[in-house]
Nanobody, 120 residues
């Protein structure tokens, strides 16, 4: 089993920045892909970004390209999501996910989520 714990959410004004962290523990060698998803009020969960831990290759949703940056620290089993130029529509619960294979929808492991609120 793998446990994922997110941190770093909060309230920020539009145009501001936040950095989320996701720390993995347990059988971390079983996950090569870690990603971020979000679910806004009244919306379905949507893909944000994924990173391949072994190579660092990334894939972003069009809605966050150029504003969000994912990175990883394999020694700490942690991935980060740097969010800049935040917009009110970025308001959502952000979830970290991990799995063995690339996906923009399904992963084996999920965190509990962290709230990000962007005020206008």
């Amino acid at each position: 089993q793998v446990q994922l714990v997110e941190s770093g959410g909060g309230l920020v004004q539009a145009g501001g920045s936040l950095r989320l962290s996701c720390a993995a523990s347990g059988r971390t060698l079983s996950i090569d892909y870690m990603g971020w998803f979000r679910q806004g009020p009244g919306k379905e969960r949507e893909f944000v970004v994924v990173i391949k831990r072994s190579s660092g290759s990334t894939s972003y949703a069009d809605s966050v390209k150029g504003r969000f940056t994912i990175s990883r620290d394999n020694a700490k089993n942690t991935v980060y999501l740097q969010m800049n130029s935040l917009k009110p529509e970025d308001t959502a619960v952000y979830y970290c996910a991990g799995g063995r294979y690339y996906s923009r929808s399904e992963y084996d492991y999920w965190g509990q989520g962290t709230q990000v609120t962007v005020s206008s």
